[in-house]
């Protein structure tokens, strides 16, 4: 429903606490205005003859935002598909390759296991055998068991060093995965915007021309009207300035008796009231300005 500032007007002086609130001139000032501004106004429809019923095309008012949300919605399906397939990829790889690392560190600790266990059996037989020839306390015990600890800790540490380069080898070969994963997700966003744009293009396309079709068959159907009845028939146009011109002259007849009404409301009130009412009251406020300036000068001077 369109805006009436003088309904509006009316509906707050019902709610207000102006003049004579309460009073039985007060509630049927308000009453007769309420029923008068809320009223609706007569509608003129002119006669017409009964013409056919023909059944027009719809127009496809979908803007460029819908068929592009169309469009998105049509290729969603297709753009995880693609997405999960590069991101399956390589996790399937990266799986692969993490547990060969894990496997490594299994081995690490194998042989870590196995150098410990053959150092331990080395010793005890090295010290057995010069405890039967009297040498545990010689500087030939001291030098051999100081021999079978460095053998010890260069096995250990090769054991260390293969499992590092094999870990770095791993590490390398998972960053190469994760940057061949976005450059191919980069790629595909480059293609998914290609197709979505030509997809777009193709539903807007199609949109146009369904609307030039529907267009031209629609007039023909008002051009068969006009040639079967021809000006017997009062276009829409036509009719709705005649309702306007109505409407309008129905508006001033209704200010005009608000203003008549007004007037016997303020005609009971000091100059001060009316100053107040008609500087602050929205009711008065919201009058035709040359109205408002008749009740102010006649009543406030």
């Known amino acids: 429903m369109a805006y009436d500032p003088l309904a509006e007007s009316a509906s707050w002086f019902a709610r207000a606490t102006g003049y004579q609130k ?13 029923e ?10 002119p006669d017409k003859p009964d013409t056919p019923k023909y059944d027009e095309m719809d127009m496809d008012e979908r ?28 996790e399937t790889e990266s799986n692969a390759l993490n547990d060969s690392l894990a496997n490594a560190e299994k081995l690490l600790q194998q042989r870590q ?10 010793k005890d037989s090295l010290n057995s055998d010069l405890n039967k020839r009297g040498l545990s306390r010689s500087s030939i015990a ?33 960053s190469k995965l994760e940057a061949e994963r976005l450059q191919a997700l980069d790629q ?7 197709k979505l744009t030509t997809s777009i293009n193709e539903l807007v ?49 209704r200010q005009q008796e608000f203003y008549n009404q007004a007037r016997v409301v303020l005609a009971s009130m000091s100059p001060k009231e009316v100053r107040q009412k008609l500087e602050k009251d ?19 001077k």
């Not at 008068?36 to 429809?45: A, E, M, V």
């Not at 998105?72 to 991101?87: H, P, T, V």
């Not at 030098?143 to 080898?169: D, G, M, P, R, V």
């Not at 023909?220 to 829409?236: A, C, F, H, W």
Request: charged letters at 30%.
């Open 205 to 253: 396309q199609a949109r146009d021309k369904a609307n030039v079709d529907a267009l031209k068959y629609n007039n023909s159907i008002k051009e068969q009207i006009q040639n079967d009845y021809g000006d017997s028939l009062v276009n829409t146009e036509k009719e709705e300035t005649i309702n306007q011109a109505a409407k309008e002259k129905q508006m001033q007849e």
């Open 188 to 194: 595909f966003d480059i293609t998914y915007a290609a």
């Open 63 to 90: 803007s460029y935002e819908e068929l592009q949300e169309l469009a998105r919605n049509q290729l969603e399906e297709y753009r995880l598909q693609q997405q999960n397939a590069i991101n399956n990829k390589k």
């Open 36 to 45: 008068l501004l809320n009223k609706p106004y007569d509608k003129i429809t």
């Open 282 to 300: 929205p009711i008065f406020r919201n009058l035709p300005q040359h109205m408002y300036t008749a009740l102010f000068r006649e009543f406030v």
């Open 113 to 122: 296991e196995e150098i410990e266990a053959g150092y331990e059996i080395a």
């Open 22 to 34: 309460g009073t039985s001139e007060y509630d049927e000032f308000v009453k007769k205005m309420e």
């Open 142 to 174: 001291a030098n051999t068991n100081t021999k079978l600890e460095n053998s010890k800790a260069s096995a250990i540490n090769e054991n260390q060093n293969q499992y590092s380069q094999h870990l770095q080898e791993i590490q390398s070969q998972l």
